[in-house]
């Protein structure tokens, strides 16, 4: 079996020359590898991997903290976490809204990275619009 970064890889690069795929490559970053892909309610979300000696990390940006209604967008973010398998919802130091997941590398395969590609895609289309609904949209007085 390869090692766990060429199959990553391995199965990006075929994602992205499928002409069927809405995947594009993002490059590499810092040593961590990185896949563009179409969405409904945005134009696209980048999902980044990083590959440690024991699991294979991967973090999609959602958008900055909102300005308005934060308690409400939290409530809607850890409710959309409870069911997700393989990623949640989480925040950075600043505070921004990502999707984090962990494989460890002993279960990574091609089953394992569609499941947080799926994941991800899943998660962004349908809490993203009601984020912006929520956290951004402008109050009445």
């Known amino acids: 079996m390869p090692p766990v970064r060429e199959r ?17 490559w993002a490059g590499e970053y810092e040593g961590r590898w990185g896949i563009r892909m ?10 980044w991997f990083d590959v440690g000696d024991l699991t294979v990390g991967c ?7 909102p300005p308005h209604s934060r308690e409400e967008v939290f409530a809607l973010l850890l409710a959309r976490s409870w069911p997700a398998w393989r990623t949640h919802f989480a925040l950075d130091q600043r505070r921004d809204i990502f999707l984090v997941g962990r494989v460890p590398v002993k279960d990574f395969d091609d089953d394992a ?29």
């Open 8 to 24: 990553l890889e391995t199965v990006t690069l075929r994602m992205v020359e499928d002409e069927a795929s809405d995947v594009v």
């Open 38 to 47: 179409a969405q409904q309610v945005r134009d696209f979300t980048t999902i």
């Open 59 to 65: 973090e999609a940006y959602v958008g900055p903290m």
């Open 113 to 141: 990275l569609d499941e947080v590609i799926g994941s991800i895609y899943e998660l962004i289309e349908t809490t993203f619009r009601q984020i912006i609904r929520i956290g951004f949209a402008p109050r009445e007085k």
